[in-house]
């Protein structure tokens, strides 16, 4: 039997996939266009960890030293620039605010960026760099959260989404 949704499903997505250039270099794609019409039937929240941790944009890329986004909240993990600064404290409490902003919205669902250091969840280096462990920091807790997550890249393939 159908079911048809009578209200809008509540969506997180990595900011930097809702168009807004927010990567570290400035960079980002609008993955919810292809959707057309279908994207309406969606309340979106994006949201970029890195930005609301305040590293700015343009900003040095960051990377997990030690170990994953879940031995990150332990503490046997940290999170440097590529300055070599430690950015560990500013990530956890950006993170954080991050994840409250998505309780706050009610979020059911989060489209992540697979191989952020940050988001990813399953790939935590872009362009198949094995560098990293995953989960990201970001990745980590929404794991922790039993989030529905989808991968930012299943949005270009309307048969994935």
Sequence with gaps: MAQI???KIRVGISACNFGAKVRWNRKGWDRIAP???????????????EVNSGLGVTRPPIRLIGG?????WTGE?????????DVSAQIKKGLLDSL????RAGIEAFVFMEGSPTCGVY???LKNKRLGKPP????SLLLREDYFLIPAEDLDSPIKW
Excluded: Q, S, Y
């Design 100 to 103: 409250e902003i998505l309780h």
């Design 77 to 85: 993990a940290g999170v440097k620039n590529r300055n070599g600064e």
């Design 35 to 49: 959707l057309g019409r279908e994207r309406d039937d969606f309340i979106w929240t994006p949201i970029c960890p």
């Design 68 to 72: 994953n986004g879940d031995e990150l």
């Design 136 to 139: 990201g920091a970001f990745g």
């Design 123 to 125: 790939r935590t280096t």
């Design 5 to 7: 949704l009578e209200e």
